[in-house]
T-cell receptor
Framework: RKEVEQDPGPFNVPEGATVAFNCTYSNSASQSFFWYRQDCRKEPKLLMSVYSSGNEDGRFTAQLNRASQYISLLIRDSKLSDSATYLC???????????FGTGTKLQVIP | NAGVTQTPKFQVLKTGQSMTLQCAQDMNHEYMSWYRQDPGMGLRLIHY???????DQGEVPNGYNVSRSTTEDFPLRLLSAAPSQTSVYFC?????????????FGAGSRLTVL
């Protein structure tokens, strides 16, 4: 089993739709969690950190479920500019233990 | 602009050639790292450094060397390029302050080994 697993997609959704991605992790000792966004042929950039209490940033909501060992990202009112690959990142302590998921591709359609 | 700068952006090598990918950051970050990204594999850590003079291996270190003589620079050396090293390479850094687990990436270096 991979340490961090994501559905690769692609998720094709119309503009204005709500879409949700999940990411599961295997290490119960994982400490911090992030969503990064990666545009085609570009570097990953931090989208948001994921806190135990859940957090929201505009149209984006991230949640953590430690009991079931997954994090989620919800995007409301999808825009064309949201089209990208979303990477789940799990930090399990120590400098080496940053594990990236393979990413979920989102395509927002006009 | 503050950030992580990588050069070159593109490189084509023949099998057996050596080269160095350059990485520099101007954020005074202690931690620097190199990742490779391959389709379906996610980003994998090659080498990392927690400060000048200190380096360590990541998940896929074979075929690569690094050094860290200054806080700013962290070059990645390919000793004898192989087609399996065809990939996109990202350098990333992070600081030691609060929020330190957040990585800042360079724009990437696309390497093709023929």
């Amino acid at each position: 089993r991979k340490e961090v697993e994501q559905d690769p997609g692609p998720f094709n959704v119309p503009e204005g739709a709500t879409v949700a991605f999940n990411c599961t992790y295997s290490n119960s000792a994982s400490q911090s969690f992030f969503w990064y966004r990666q545009d085609c042929r570009k570097e990953p950039k931090l989208l948001m950190s994921v806190y135990s209490s859940g957090n929201e940033d505009g149209r984006f909501t991230a949640q953590l479920n430690r009991a079931s060992q997954y994090i989620s990202l919800l995007i409301r009112d999808s825009k064309l500019s949201d089209s990208a690959t979303y990477l789940c990142v799990v930090h399990s302590g120590g400098y080496q233990k940053v594990t990236f998921g393979t990413g979920t591709k989102l395509q927002v359609i006009p | 602009n503050a950030g992580v700068t990588q050069t070159p952006k593109f490189q084509v090598l023949k099998t057996g050639q050596s080269m160095t990918l350059q990485c520099a950051q101007d954020m005074n970050h202690e931690y620097m790292s190199w990742y490779r990204q391959d389709p379906g594999m996610g980003l994998r850590l090659i080498h990392y450094s927690v400060g000048a003079g200190i380096t360590d291996q990541g998940e896929v270190p074979n075929g690569y060397n690094v050094s860290r003589s200054t806080t700013e620079d962290f070059p990645l050396r390919l000793l004898s390029a192989a087609p399996s090293q065809t990939s996109v390479y990202f350098c990333a850094s992070r600081g030691s302050a609060s929020g330190a687990n957040v990585l800042t990436f360079g724009a990437g270096s696309r390497l093709t080994v023929l």
